[in-house]
């Protein structure tokens, strides 16, 4: 399979959550992919999730339900251990969907409201950092 080469940050679609054209950065110290949101309801067994963020170009309120999904534990770059939701969506680089797991969390407070991890970066993109927007900017060519 060939590697496509992307840079640092993007901004990518993730059309099953209704997030267009969304600032992400490609994490490579990262092992999971997270997504900001920013209310959680658990109940029933399903989990509601409203992502919306004031902070965030683009990333207008959407409210989506989730039938399936799991609780993993995550260990942040500081080495705190962090229980999240996990999530399974679809992700858009270069014109080309993939599926992608997500964890949940709240990141208003970071310059990104996504981090692609090396979980969905493996054996599709090899990253350089000297890049910006190459996904994004291929649209228009």
């Known amino acids: ?4 080469v992307i840079g640092r940050v993007d901004k990518i679609d993730f059309p099953k959550l209704g997030l267009f054209h969304i600032d992400v950065k ?3 110290g990262a092992y999971t992919s997270t997504i900001h949101y920013s209310e959680i309801i658990e109940e029933n067994n399903t989990l509601r999730c409203v992502f919306n ?3 965030h170009q683009n990333f207008g309120k959407t409210e989506i339900t989730f039938n399936e999904y799991s609780r993993t534990t995550v ?3 500081n080495g705190l251990k962090e229980n999240r939701y996990k999530i399974k969506s679809e992700v858009i680089f270069f014109g080309k969907t993939y599926k992608i797991n997500l964890t949940l ?4 407070d970071m310059k990104f ?4 991890g090396r ?3 493996k054996r599709k993109f090899i990253v350089d950092v000297d890049l910006e927007n ?3 900017n291929s649209k228009s060519l």
């Open 1 to 4: 399979m060939n590697k496509r």
């Open 113 to 116: 409201p996504v981090l692609i």
């Open 119 to 121: 979980q969905f970066l």
């Open 134 to 136: 190459v996904s994004h």
């Open 26 to 28: 490609i994490d490579t």
């Open 53 to 55: 963020s004031d902070e």
């Open 75 to 77: 260990k942040s770059s």
């Open 105 to 108: 969390s709240t990141r208003d």
